[in-house]
């Protein structure tokens, strides 16, 4: 069983016929009914996050110590914090993620996409260069205040670190993976000790709390990968979904594009797994998981598991139930930027429908895609225009129809 490419017809026949199942290869217990995922994600005391962040490839000796020559290490902060110390740095973060916070920024994306889509020309375009790649990363930046980044570095180094853990790098590829990992770690952990105590970004925050160096960085480290990486992901799920279902006429429709990015999460979320460690031996779905076991959650496979959805193969919009389900995961782990990710692809879609109403997909074959243990999605969206043409176009027809 390849995990790394697991579609649903892989994942229904697990949450039909063997919903906790031990993979020989890696020796991952995988768990894909909805039930038990989420039972283990509600129970931290049962459940641990230790290897959450645990590379998949084991990174060989030699490159442990160019990481360990860089100051790298990743201690528990946010999503492999089993520890009393969970819950203060999370506060912290949260600070910059409230709801009033995510609310406002809504016309900074808008402004964000309409920049990205005056530059699309046609007749074809890809989305995810011209769109989705650098968005998320500059919209995280602004809400966690963060100034004087060099974006496309920060896209190379988080794209590394993703394949770093989550993927099957040979070992010449490992090689410079690390030494991306270690460029960023060290970028971090300077601009953490130069950050003002007084100022009003994270690392400012983070300075001003008194979190220890190591920390600060391990926290960033992952913040700012996942913070943006993910959305990039949604973005690009959203937009091969919505065309590839024949909605994209309707994305423009009140309400229309947050329905479609609720389903997408449901059917197509970006992280398809995520993992625990059981503390002490569990039955799950009346297999007996011993302690020490390391579990997949299939949270892919729980999006669509038939106990909890209603018709759940189908791509339905306007479904009452698609909120059930656990892309943004479960308890006191649930994704900080879960209100910020959704916003984004909500706006990001209905501007991009607005502006090229007539968009089509290039070609109706899948897409390449991402294929990390718990990351998919298209890695491009070729799209013919057929539209209204660009921003300052549209502006000249809107006028003359309005005179």
Known sequence: MDLFRLGHPELRALRE????HRDERTGLWLVSRHRDVRAVL??????????????????PRPLLRVLARAGFSLPPTLANNGTATHAGLRRLVARFLTPARVAALEPRIAELAAERLDRITGPTADLHPALARDLPALVLLEVLGIRDVDVAALKDWSTASLELFWGEPDPARQRGLVAS??????WLTARISAADPAGDDLFGALRAQGVPLRDAAGLCYFLLIAGQETTTQLLCAVFDAVLRHDLWPRAAEPGMAARCVEEVLRRHPPVTTWRRVAARPATLSGVDVPAGAHLLLMLAGAGSDPEVFTDPESFCPARSDARKHLAFGHGRHFCLG??????????VLRETARRFPALRLASAQSPPMLGLLS????????????GRGTAGQQRIIDAVGAS
């Not at 990992?181 to 060290?186: K, V």
């Open 17 to 20: 016929d063997a919903p906790v």
């Open 42 to 59: 509600a129970d931290p005391a049962a459940f641990h996050p230790d290897n959450a962040l645990t590379a998949i490839t084991p990174i």
């Open 181 to 186: 990992a270690a460029a960023f770690h060290q």
């Open 338 to 347: 879960a209100g910020l990710a959704r916003l984004e692809a909500e706006v």
């Open 375 to 386: 990351f998919r999605a298209p890695l491009s969206v070729p799209v013919v225009l057929d």
